[in-house]
DNA sequence: TAAGTTTAGTGTATTATGTACACTATAAAG
DNA sequence: CTTTATAGTGTACATAATACACTAAACTTA
């Protein structure tokens, strides 16, 4: 059963919000360079077209993997914007994604469509093409949101981590300092981390123990009802 | 600048899960019955194709005012589905919205596309068209966890309620019981409903004093980080 | 090898918040 | 004026949030 009137139709996009974290304690965004216009050289987020045949979040991923060599991470979907006008080519709707990334353990390598693929700080952004400004605003907004009360922090560190790097992490996405102590008790109270039996290597001062985010316990708290708030 | 190549694009809709509550204690479901293929005479939600010039907001304000004469409500994107094969016509991408509404100050007529527009207890839906039931789950989903820290629940009463309306209210959505002293005690303190000096009439027993949200001391809040749990 | 440097790791007292719980007040109906 | 139905109120107890400072361990360097 075809479309019986066929009506002109808008351009579906996906674009990716892939924010990432590795030693320093800042957070970063990917951002490429466009190859092609509009916008050409201009800094804008990794994204394409839908395919025809392509699930929307199939797309978000073929897209990121095409554009910087990134794959199989979290990927959520965020906002979907399609204010008239926000491409000149025409009328453009987008699905937005955000993705969270351990850049220590994903290298990332520019690939065909874009000329270069970078990490920012999220605070020190270049303007970037088309609306992409309020879609990353979006995304920082959504994450802020979200980290206070499920734990998706975790895939923003390497598998095994310390206290103190998942600490930091919360101090920087929630952009205020928290007591070592009250913390340590709260994240170990939630019951979703095991404590290895492995010490951080190569510090030039006492080795901090390792830890592991168990996702099987995560999800039978989460069906159990559990609250995760930080 | 046009786009230079033409794609084969997918179908854009709208569709709307506009909950409303009136005096019975039952969440309620607005659906409609389709006048036209596919899914002719079944119940789906309320939507349609995204107009080329219209945000996509005012699109799915547009479609829902057409099919049950609804208008100026509280209306949010909720998710965008766009799994190949869940329209039988084509590829068809559809943004979802959710709206709430007070029941006995808008009163529902179907009209042109719609052969009939009708409440249903959300715990007594028919079988929906397309994927429609999986938009109305995501949307209860998201309603019950946004009830939770955000005061939106007041969309659903009329203008001047009693904190026992309110209560009830929490207690559909959350579906349990809470305590009257500590719910009451709770929601004062956020302070932002305001006491009026007027009373509940025609019940055969003691009047509950009215209240009103006020939208400006919310706002207010807001901006100072302020905490709205329940 | 002792002293210095740096981060890891730990407990407690105080305050604020959540929870459980039952009676009196008021209005209308009969 | 008694009955019925809902409105409206306070307190004691348990749990959770917060503020705060020292010792332990590993490496570096004099």
């Known amino acids: 059963m075809p479309f019986t009137y066929e009506y002109p139709r808008p351009a579906v996009t996906v674009d990716c919000v892939v924010f990432g974290l590795d030693t320093e304690p800042q957070l970063k965004l990917m951002v490429i360079q466009r190859a092609h216009p509009p916008f050409a050289g201009e800094w804008a987020l990794p994204g394409g077209f839908v395919g025809m045949d392509e699930d929307l979040e199939e797309s978000a991923r073929r897209e990121l993997k095409e554009e910087t060599g990134i794959d199989h991470i979290f990927l959520e979907q965020l906002y979907t914007f399609g204010k008239p006008g926000r491409d000149p080519r025409g009328r453009t709707i987008t699905v937005a994604y955000y993705a969270l990334i351990n850049l220590s353990e994903h290298p990332v390598t520019a690939a065909s469509d874009a000329q270069d693929a970078r990490w920012f700080e999220v605070n020190h952004l270049p303007k970037l ?79 901090a123990r390792l830890y592991q985010f168990d996702e099987k316990k995560y999800q039978q708290k989460i069906k159990a009802g559990f609250n995760f708030e930080i």
């Open 129 to 207: 093409a088309f609306d992409h400004d309020q879609i990353v605003a979006t995304a920082l907004q959504r994450l802020r949101g979200k980290v206070r009360y499920q734990p998706i922090g975790f895939e923003l560190l390497p598998r095994k981590f310390t206290l103190t790097q998942l600490q930091q992490l919360y101090e920087i996405i929630l952009e205020k300092p928290l007591d070592k102590r009250n913390f340590r008790r709260k994240i170990l109270k939630m019951d979703i981390l095991v404590a290895l039996e492995e010490y951080q290597t190569g510090v030039p001062h006492r080795a």
